[in-house]
């Protein structure tokens, strides 16, 4: 069986973002590390795809160069990961994120890891800095729908009259 295409990456953006409790546990965990001392920020990757991949049992593994990204997520525009440490971007800045099925044959997107900026001021919580466009859409839809029932239900109104 053929493997399917590799998703297409638009865009790629790194948000700071407040860390949530299990963020928060593996922070203090690394900041008791001799000479470590991280702050109290997460940065959220949201990596944009052009389309969804189909839903399969062969997942795409993603990369950053050779480094395997063991976690991703999906959000409304594509998916995202999570970097506790900034090093993480001091490490990687630059290089290619990539998708493989079997940690062998690799399919480079063309894009490259941002660096995190350096003014890093949580915007708000990992789901606020992925939501922002999907409470708005989802508020957009929320709209329509009551303007469908009002006006569904004003027609049926002059009906009965």
């Given at each position: 069986?053929?493997?399917?295409?590799?998703?297409?990456?638009?865009?790629?953006?790194?948000?700071?973002?407040?860390?949530?409790?299990?963020?928060?546990?593996?922070?203090?965990?690394?900041?008791?590390?001799?000479?470590?001392?991280?702050?109290?920020?997460?940065?959220?990757?949201?990596?944009?795809?052009?389309?969804k991949?189909?839903?399969?049992?062969?997942a795409?593994?993603?990369?950053?160069?050779?480094?395997?990204?063991?976690?991703?997520?999906?959000?409304?525009?594509?998916?995202?990961f999570?970097?506790?440490?900034p090093?993480?971007?001091?490490e990687?800045?630059?290089?290619?994120?990539?998708?493989?099925?079997?940690?062998?044959?690799?399919?480079?997107?063309?894009?490259?890891?941002?660096?995190a900026?350096?003014?890093?001021?949580?915007?708000?919580?990992?789901?606020?800095?992925?939501?922002?466009?999907?409470?708005?859409?989802?508020?957009?839809?929320?709209r329509?729908?009551?303007?469908?029932?009002?006006?569904?239900?004003?027609?049926?109104?002059?009906?009965?009259?």
């Open positions: 069986m053929q493997p399917p295409k590799p998703p297409k990456i638009v865009a790629i953006d790194v948000v700071p973002a407040q860390p949530d409790q299990a963020d928060s546990m593996a922070l203090t965990h690394l900041s008791a590390l001799p000479d470590r001392s991280l702050p109290q920020v997460v940065y959220v990757v949201k990596v944009k795809l052009k389309s991949p189909p839903v399969t049992s062969l795409w593994g993603l990369y950053v160069n050779d480094v395997r990204i063991p976690k991703y997520w999906e959000y409304e525009d594509g998916i995202y999570t970097v506790i440490d090093e993480f971007f001091a990687h800045k630059g290089e290619r994120l990539r998708f493989s099925h079997d940690g062998v044959e690799f399919h480079d997107t063309g894009m490259k890891l941002p660096g900026s350096a003014s890093a001021t949580p915007v708000a919580a990992v789901s606020a800095a992925l939501g922002s466009t999907a409470r708005a859409a989802a508020k957009s839809k929320r329509a729908k009551a303007k469908r029932a009002k006006a569904k239900s004003k027609s049926k109104r002059k009906a009965r009259q």
